[in-house]
């Protein structure tokens, strides 16, 4: 039953879209060719004869009211272009219920292969097939996915080997262009290949489109390998930035050919640009950046559109580029770099839950789409296929790749300390994919009697590169057993060791006397903490240090964990028996002075203990961080075991509230705010950032937290200290294991 | 300077043995313990304390008294001393040479025990093998200390859990009366082994520009 129904899967599937390729087809053919002229074509749709037809009728005689009338004109453009993203992720999902395929082929061949399919459907049907269009890749398709990459990118691993990387975009990408061009132009002067009146500045522009090695590509094809973050994040940081070096060579190259010589000055004028235009562009980033971080300090009243503030500003930064010709790429790389850290510590979980879920979404339709339309594309356009041309053009861009990664990598690692190996020179000198950036810059040519050949040419090394490359870089990693990404579990003595080792080496640095690496990541952290967080982040946020940040997610994630996987029915795998009780002995170490509470806080503490309790015997099983020793297969056990715990509780309960305890360890604090009247607020039901999100209803028991983001600035710090002592004197109750021996107090006054 | 250099290059060869640096390296080190010692020959706990620029540093005390430590001089002994001289300034900075690509892998393995073992040293203040849990308190609050206002009790939890983790990832199976006595350098190695002490803990050696550190205090 099982095999069936796969094969059923398929088959109704297959169908289906085959159905939906035709009526695609069909739709978009008409909608062309609308699109250009008005409805007096004789598109197939058949519905365009009717409107006159209703009007002469009502002129004749009063007909009936009708009451279902066909306009399909009205929504033609937003049906089709739907019905083409609908196509497009139908597909996308179709590729991912067929179980071996998407093992074997990397899904954007897929995809240009379903946008050949397509494309040669609507050829056969004879209408004009709708042409990947510069505006719309380079305004709508393109921006979503660079901004999913630049919010989610590794900064860490990506400013450590920033050299690195700079040096593949920028001198990478010019050996790349200089030679590809210089090398054609070699070709073309050979007798006999008609290709004679190709100049030397067409070769080099050419060059400069097809060098380029393209983000989406790379993602396409990396994101399913997933190799190790040093190598991903040198290949695709390359692509990125290289956006700046190819829109200046572009631009360059244009301007010459129109002009037709080239002066020393236009060189240098050429050199500046670069720099105007990359720093230029992250400087446009940074600055909307920073408007965004800002706007959203104050989004606590208005949660919910909160995303939205993320991506219009992202997309202006982009588009503001854009305007003044500087590389919209890295402006909009940088914006999501700098937004990103105040922003997710300002908005609500929800937000930033949206915000990745919708970054996610829009990046992968837009390169569904751009696959699909690249098929489309080369089915439709106008060829003119020249052997030599085409063959050489992809032989030098391997070749060219692959000196280049080489030949840099020596220079390279006199620099580095963590040297590139030649299976590291080989991944990122395979990875080097060009995608539909090359293809909608060659549409960007003018027309000459040379673009049809440049952009066949185009097309077989975009083809060639994703189909040939991107199909056999996975095994190709399998057998020279490249590291992959290591499985990231979020474990606390990483991040304290990590931070600790920042410390350590950045102490080392100074002593050494050396300003290196650590020593300007320090600098830059303290200036974050001292200028930066002040302003851009709500509340005392900013002056949470990151570990505390750290271990806040981590116990949130966590309690989120525990709260989805139900009460008794799947707990975490971590199956330890471990608990606090293991680590500290009980009546060992520091006795801790406790500060005096008043009488009255201590009846309303005992109040709340009292109900709590109540409220906890029901929840008793469904959590307890520290008491990792539920078993899920030994039911019975446990309920003994709960029972005893109750038994203990109470026992602990009464002694409690007789005598004091003695504060020895806090099994979980949350952070804990309160306000100047010292309202103790059991549950805070109002959005706030990093509260825990566990509801009341199976609530996880740390739930029981006192969060109330308080926003005023003065707050005391004893109360502070104080009402953590409460809030773990709570949790020790309910973390049945978890609770030291009573001993001698301070307290006198709480009896 | 003639005689010095011939005696300084027989010193430097016996020191580029035992720790590994080059003769380029050592040199520029040498400036630099002159510059830290006020020419002297040993270093004392004032002469680091007295650097402007570890000031800001959360973690100043133990990276100083790292300095001073005997385990950290591979010779077997320990305690703490309260001058240093050259040798043993380059013993502890051999600690953070990085690999090169002719490093094998068992030279990697050795490279990170070795590594890790003085971050060990450095958190096991009593040196009794064991981190314990007011040990690895102490580690967190210190890291801690400069950032403020949240303080002891986020602290303490933080190294609470810590030690949680490290338990229950070392060994799971506890019963209730067992007592986990801390944080043995087998436990260490491995809940820091993803990682790769061998690839992080370095610094950049050979570009060593001394001239322009100052000690902050006047140069006689």
Known sequence: MAELRPARCWRTGFFFCLWLLLFLSVASGSLVVVSGSNETSGGPAGDTPEDPHHQTNSTTHKKAFPVLSFNYQDVRKPFVISLWILLALLMKLGFHIIPNISNVVPESCLLIGVGLLVGGIIKAIGEEAPVLDTKLFFHYLLPPIILDAGYFLPIQAFMENMGTILVFAVVGTLWNVFFIGGMIFAVCQIEGVQLAGVDLLSCLLFGSIVSAVDPVAVLAVFEEIQINELLHILVFGESLLNDAVTVVLYHLFEEFSHAGTVTVLDGVLGIVCFFVVSLGGVLVGAIYGLLGAFTSRFTTHTRVIEPLFVFLYSYMAYLSAEVFHLSGIMSLIACGVIMRPYVEANVSHKSYTTIKYFLKMWSSVSETLIFIFLGVSTVAGPHAWNWTFVISTVILCLVSRVLGVIGLTCIINKFRIVKLTKKDQFIVAYGGLRGAIAFSLGFLLTDNERKNMFLTAIITVIFFTVFVQGMTIRPLVELLAVKKKKESKPSINEEIHTQFLGHLLTGIEDICGHYGHHHWKDKLNRFNKAYLKKWLIAGERSTEPQLISFYNKMEMKQAMMLVESGSAAKLPSVLSSVSMQNIQQRGSGNRRAIPSISKSREQEIRKILRSNLQKTRQRLRSYSRHDLMIDPFEDNVSEVRFRKQRVEMERRMSHYLTVPTNRQESPSVRKVCFEPEHQVFTYDNSESPRDPRARPDPGPLDAISLVSESQGPNQSREPRAKVPKEQEEQDQLKLSRCLSDPGPNQEEDLS | ?220
């Not at chain 2, 027989?10 to 040498?30: C, P, R, V």
């Not at chain 2, 706990?45 to 973690?59: G, K, Q, S, T, V």
């Not at chain 2, 810590?162 to 801390?182: C, H, K, Q, T």
Request: aromatic share 8%; net charge negative.
């Open chain 2, 1 to 220: 300077m003639g005689a010095w250099q011939t005696r300084a290059e027989h010193q430097y060869q016996d020191l580029a043995d035992k720790t590994g640096f080059s003769f380029e390296q050592i040199k520029n080190l040498y400036q630099r313990f002159q510059q830290l010692s006020g020419n002297e020959e040993t270093i004392s706990r004032e002469n680091l304390d007295c650097m402007p620029a570890l000031a800001n540093n959360p973690i100043r005390k133990q990276i100083i008294g790292a300095f001073f430590d005997k385990r950290n001089q591979h010779q077997d002994e320990v305690g703490s001393c309260d001058q240093i001289g050259f040798e043993q300034f380059l013993m502890v900075m051999s600690h953070f040479r990085p690999p090169n690509l002719r490093t094998t892998d068992e030279e990697k393995e050795a490279m990170r025990k070795e590594k890790l073992r003085f971050l060990f040293n450095m958190h096991d203040s009593d040196n009794d093998g064991t981190i314990t849990l007011a040990e690895y308190r102490k580690v967190v609050e210190e890291l801690m200390s400069k950032s403020g206002e949240i303080g002891q009790e986020t602290a303490k939890a933080i190294a609470d859990a810590a030690m949680l983790e490290v338990a229950s990832i070392n060994v799971p199976n506890m019963g209730p009366e067992e007592f986990y006595e801390g944080i043995t350098f087998e436990h260490f190695e491995e809940i820091l082994k993803g990682l790769e002490m061998e690839s992080r803990m370095h610094i950049r050696f050979l570009d060593v520009d001394t001239s322009t550190m100052r000690c902050g205090k006047s140069q006689s």
